[in-house]
């Protein structure tokens, strides 16, 4: 079917080819074989009079013809999808579909893992990825890669809503055999510990940009990982010391002999926000997901 010349089958076509940036992968997804997908490309470059992907060294880029289209495209497709493909009642027991949410694996420990324990129950059809997170989530929601963004809410950017789901401060937390530290932790005994620090890959500051900018580089950084849960395992047994979000923390200690102190130093409360595309109310089923992701946030 055409409409205003374009055959409206390449729709869904275009929008494979700029979300995989890949012939051979959309082609996979479309369940179409590698050369009508190059078909489908040549036609489309026809269509838009512009390369759309060009080779850039190994890997296919877009044009900035392209990147304007992606988002309008996805947009289309979500709009058919939620208002038109999409039952207007939604049996949630009966769903059966997977929502990608960006995330730290710190607010999938403390927040999600309950969420989605209580979400499962009204619907145990609707699984869940949890996608590293990175500077791109904006871009991200925009091309339908993710459904959801759970990050601290100075990263949420772009048009998107969002909503506060939780605030955290931050604790310290050392080995309950730890003879360097007594029944309270101050400053100085915190700074002379060697110290348990997260560097995220691609990822956003954390709390060790704040410590730095108050008290320079006068911590002994003993051990670098690069997510949260890893850090208990390098407390535990040694005289190391390790800022944690308070959530996180109390949930170590419940499960690994730790102590856990206030942090002996002023630190910047942390606001996580759940973020989602605005066309997020067209879709019944993510619509669902959303209002239990806030709802729910209050009871864990």
Known sequence: MRFRGLDLNLLVALDRLLTERNVSRAAERLCLSQS????????????????????V????????????LAVAVR??????????????????????????????????????????????????????????????????????????AAMPERLLTGPHPSRTIFVDDHSVIVDAGNRRVGQTLDLDTFMALRQVTVRLAD???????????????RREMDVIVSNFVSVPFMVFGTERAAVVHSRLGE?????????????????????????????CDSDPVLGFVRSRLLSLAATV
């Open 36 to 55: 009508a997908t190059s078909g489908a490309l040549i036609r489309l470059r026809e269509f838009f009079g512009d390369e759309l992907l060009v080779q």
């Open 57 to 68: 060294g190994r890997r296919m880029a877009l044009t900035p013809r392209a990147e304007e």
């Open 75 to 148: 947009n289309v497709l979500l709009q058919v999808e939620g208002t038109i493909i999409e039952r207007p009642t939604l049996d949630v027991a009966a769903v059966r579909r997977t929502v990608r949410v960006m995330t730290s694996d710190y607010v999938g420990v403390a927040y999600l893992d309950g969420v989605i324990r209580a979400l499962q129950q009204e619907a145990p059809g609707i699984g869940f990825t949890l996608v590293a997170p990175h500077s791109e989530a904006s871009a991200q929601l925009a091309r339908g890669l993710i459904d959801f």
């Open 203 to 217: 990822g956003p500051p954390n709390y060790e940009s704040a410590i730095s900018d108050l008290y320079g580089n």
């Open 251 to 279: 949930i170590f200690c419940r499960m690994m002999p730790l102590r856990l102190f206030p942090a002996p130093m002023p630190l910047p409360p942390l606001r996580i926000g759940l973020q989602w595309h605005e066309l």
